[in-house]
């Protein structure tokens, strides 16, 4: 016997949805929520004819920022050599940014960071010192009294990891930061057919919203049904079927939404494939990650698909585009010195074509990419890497940064030092992710006081702007 599906109201599938948790945010929102969030995007400016494109590129595992960013002057020098032991750099390798930190000390970057020195000296690229996870700011005294809330799980990759995209470490909720952005601004991008958030490196918990869902491409383009075509006779049968089915009318309000999600992803895929179909692949702007088979790294082949998608936003009616992309392999544990050279090539190669291009192009003033990771390593090494640490140096790049400078403050880079959680040279940072994004969402158009939408904890540091943006 078939059993009739159970008819429900509107009402009871909105009540059932709030308490199914976030598996149901993306049908359909409660009504408290929706309320919240149109308040909030009623009291935001709406600049005409503007456009703005924010760029999340995480680097999974934990990058060794502390290679990345080593000190230079001779006596600081000499003191991160003893520190480092094995995983010290050789100080004549190293490419001096002539930029001194708040308190006077020379850094370099890593000798792999090469073509990435031309873009922080043309002053688009800035370095982001000491930034962390944070509940609210807290004092090496604190820390070791537990005197203060420190963030959960402290040193786990999948806590951090999503703690760093939604800036919230003392909730259980996981709305990522640039899902807020996206619930808060996606009145710019009305009659978009697209989401704002477009992620290029699958599931990310930075782009999970209230409202806006992140929408999945490869580095390749859309993502469609396979063998969904209609003019492909082999497939008739089966282009047919699956046209009739999404496109049916449903008395099962679960059946319909499934229905309507699918005709829509159908739609999106059609969309954007005829769009990008006409804008160029653009390899020849990505030669210092092109390899000697004409093949471009995987980081780079994520940044070109990005720079096409900026390049469709007046055919895709976008003003605003957030991107998630990422780049693995940093749990350098063993091998650190050779791996992490690796990396570093790979990924400073990719972000100076992607500047380059982006100049080129007449692009730079509208993007903004910056980092994320899930911590830094420690100082000192355990044997042939190092472990899961804290505080860590971050990278910011576009024509509107402030850049050709170090921001926040660098710690005592000493194990054991004032700055140091225990005796493995772990940074307690000084600047919490809330304030680093901030600075991010005030470029991107979100007002002063509407930030606590986007960071609900940024009231408890005292300042959202870093001056790293030109506001």
């Known amino acids: 016997m078939t059993r009739e599906p159970k008819k429900i109201s509107r009402r009871q599938f909105l009540g059932q949805s709030a308490c199914a948790g976030l598996g149901m945010t993306g049908v359909l929102s409660t009504v408290g929520t929706l309320r919240l969030f ?4 009623a009291q935001e400016p709406t600049p005409a004819g503007d456009y703005k494109s924010l760029i999340c590129l995480f680097l999974y595992g934990g990058n060794d920022a502390n290679n990345t960013l080593v000190p230079y002057d001779l006596s600081a020098y000499t003191e991160y050599q003893r520190n480092r032991g094995i995983l010290a750099l050789p100080r004549e390798d190293l490419l001096n940014l002539h930029a001194p930190g708040d308190d006077g000390r020379e850094f370099a ?15 688009k690229l800035a370095m982001i010192c000491n930034v962390g996870t944070l509940v609210a700011p807290i004092t090496q005294a604190e820390y070791k009294s537990g005197g203060a809330a420190i ?12 703690q760093w995209q939604t800036s919230v470490p003392d909730s259980v909720k996981k709305i990522g930061w640039g899902g807020r952005l996206a619930d808060l601004m996606q009145s710019l991008n009305q009659g978009a057919d697209i989401s704002m958030n477009i992620s290029i490196a699958g599931s990310n918990f930075f782009q999970v919203g209230e409202e806006v869902l992140q929408y999945h491409i490869s580095d390749q383009g859309s993502i469609g049904l396979d063998q969904y075509n209609a003019g492909w006779s082999p497939v008739q049968e089966m282009y047919h079927a699956t046209d009739q089915m999404i496109g049916r009318s449903y008395g099962h309000l679960f059946e319909q939404e499934y229905a309507s999600i699918m005709k829509r992803a159908v739609g999106n895929d059609t969309l ?41 936003r007046n055919a895709l009616g976008m003003r605003r585009q957030i991107f998630f992309a990422s780049l693995g392999g940093f749990d350098t544990h063993d091998a650190q010195l050779e791996d992490h050279h690796a990396l570093l090539a790979s990924l400073s190669n990719a972000l100076a074509d992607f500047q380059n291009a982006s100049d080129t192009l007449g692009l730079s003033d509208e993007i903004t990419l910056f980092t994320g990771s899930d911590f830094n390593r420690t100082y ?11 505080g860590s140096h971050h990278m910011v790049m576009g024509g509107a940064v402030n850049g ?3 921001y926040g403050q660098m710690p005592v880079l000493t194990s054991g030092g004032p700055d140091d959680t225990g005796n493995r040279g772990s940074w307690i940072p000084s600047m919490s992710t ?12 979100v007002s002063p006081s509407s930030l606590d939408q986007v960071l609900p904890n940024i009231g408890r540091f005292s300042q959202a702007d870093q001056g790293f943006m030109q506001l």
């Open 38 to 41: 149109n308040a909030a995007l």
């Open 109 to 123: 970057f890593h000798p792999a960071m090469a073509n990435l020195l031309p873009v922080f000296q043309s002053g």
């Open 151 to 162: 963030p959960p799980h402290l040193f786990s990759h999948n806590n951090q990891q999503v």
């Open 272 to 312: 954007l494939t005829s769009v990008l179909a006409g804008i160029p692949e653009h390899t020849d702007l990505f030669p210092l990650s092109t390899n000697g088979e004409g093949e471009l790294s995987r980081i780079a082949r994520q940044l070109r698909m990005i720079l096409r998608m900026i390049l469709a």
């Open 380 to 390: 000192n090494s355990n044997g042939k890497g190092s472990d899961h640490a804290w």
């Open 404 to 406: 050709g400078q170090l």
């Open 434 to 445: 809330d304030e680093m994004s901030a600075t991010l969402a005030l470029w991107f158009g």
